[in-house]
């Protein structure tokens, strides 16, 4: 499967833990996106990387979310002190870098619930 | 902020009537792309749209870009229960970063 895959699909926590998810992107794309999404809602954008340098970072939702793309490649968001707030679907992108916005080809998400 | 707004929020049909969706943001776009998400799946890119008036189709599924570029609709023709899920518009701002602003979405339910 050459698609963009996340791990884990699902994550029940209790509140005041600390999360990670996981996202691959499909492996020629250098720009990788998170997003969250709430019931009824459309995706709401977090943060991206472009290669390994993540060049928008303030529209994270606080100072307890954080992300990398250490390598250019996979990337890891986390989540510290979760908050029951918190619960929502992620969901991570990649495209092709591109003057005009590409096509971004979204994984399947994870559905992170707090207790 | 840039803002996206889509409507309705939900429609109901029954299969075979026609559908339209409308999307329409605060802040003259560059580009608008449209996804469809099935219950339970994640956003599925269905077209970009960028010249300004553009139209484009995808069999019964037909896309406009609004002369202003501020706002956009999808339109399918007799719809069928294939067609069930949520449809997104994200537009991305002239002049902006590459940060998408999504729409709500718009809830399409076909009754057979």
């Known amino acids: 499967d050459t698609g963009v895959s996340q791990d884990p699909r699902h994550k029940i926590t209790k509140r005041g833990q600390n999360v990670t998810f996981r996202c691959d992107p499909i492996?020629?794309?250098?720009?990788l996106y998170w997003y969250r999404q709430t019931l009824g809602q459309g995706p709401e954008f977090l943060t991206y990387?472009?290669?390994?340098?993540?060049?928008?970072k303030s529209r994270l939702l606080s100072d307890r979310f954080s992300a990398e793309r250490p390598k250019g490649s996979f990337s890891t968001l986390e989540i510290q002190r979760t908050e029951q707030g918190d619960s929502a679907m992620y969901l991570c992108?990649?495209?092709?870098?591109?003057?005009?916005?590409?096509?971004?080809?979204f994984g399947p998400g994870t559905r992170l619930l707090v207790l | 902020g840039q803002q996206v707004m889509q409507i309705p929020q939900y429609q109901h049909v029954q299969e075979g009537e026609d559908f339209t969706t409308y999307c329409n943001s605060s802040?003259?776009?560059?580009?608008i792309q449209w996804y469809k998400q099935r219950p339970g799946g994640h956003p599925v890119f269905l077209i970009q749209?960028?010249?300004?008036?553009e139209v484009k189709k995808q069999k019964r599924l037909t896309f406009q870009f609004g002369e202003a570029k501020k706002n956009s609709s999808l339109h399918i023709t007799a719809t069928q229960t294939t067609d069930v899920g949520t449809y997104f518009c994200?537009?991305?701002?002239?002049?902006?970063?590459?940060?998408?602003?999504f729409g709500r979405g718009t809830s399409l339910i076909v009754h057979p």
């Open positions: 992108a990649s495209s092709l870098l591109a003057g005009v916005m590409k096509t971004q080809y």
């Open positions: 492996s020629e794309h250098n720009r």
């Open positions: 990387f472009q290669n390994e340098a993540q060049l928008e």
């Open positions: 802040t003259t776009l560059s580009n």
């Open positions: 749209l960028v010249k300004s008036g």
């Open positions: 994200a537009g991305l701002e002239v002049g902006g970063s590459y940060i998408p602003t």
